[in-house]
C-alpha cells in the first residue's frame, strides 16, 4: 500500500524559509519515484522538483537555486527546503509517488499523492 504522509509548511514572510516533509511508505520509497507539486488558487498543478532512480534531481525554473529536494533512506522521507521565499510560492504543496515516471515534473504522470500541505509567503 502507498501511503504519503505530509508535513510542515504554514505561513512565512518574503524571504524566509520552510521545509516540507513526505514521509512514505517503505515499499513505496524503495520502489517508487517521487517528486513535489504545488497549486496556486486558480492554477494548475505544476511539478516543482523531482528526483529520478539514480538520485538525479530536477527543478522548474521558478524554484532553482531557492528549493533544495532531498531525501532520507533511513527516515523513507523525501523533504524540500524552500529558501528565499516570495508571494508567488504561496499555494498548496503536494508531494507525488508513481514507480514508473522518475524524474518526471509532470503531474499527469503521478499515480499517488500526499494530502498537501500549504505555504502562504507574505510580502
Known amino acids: 500500500q502507498v501511503q504519503l504522509v505530509q508535513s510542515g509548511g504554514g505561513s512565512v514572510q518574503a524571504g524566509g524559509s520552510l521545509r516540507l516533509s513526505c514521509a512514505a511508505s517503505?515499499?513505496?520509497?524503495?520502489?517508487?519515484?517521487m517528486g513535489w507539486f504545488r497549486q496556486a488558487p486558480g492554477k494548475e498543478r505544476e511539478g516543482v522538483a523531482a528526483i529520478d532512480s539514480d538520485g538525479t534531481t530536477s527543478y522548474a525554473d521558478s524554484v532553482k537555486g531557492r528549493f533544495t529536494v532531498s531525501q532520507d533512506n533511513a527516515e523513507n522521507t523525501l523533504y524540500l527546503q524552500m529558501n528565499n521565499l516570495q508571494p508567488e510560492d504561496t499555494a498548496m504543496y503536494y508531494c507525488a509517488a508513481d514507480p514508473y515516471r522518475c524524474g518526471s515534473r509532470a503531474p499527469e504522470n503521478y499515480n499517488y499523492w500526499g494530502q498537501g500541505t500549504q505555504v502562504a509567503v507574505s510580502s
Open positions: 517503505r515499499y513505496a520509497y524503495r520502489h517508487y519515484c
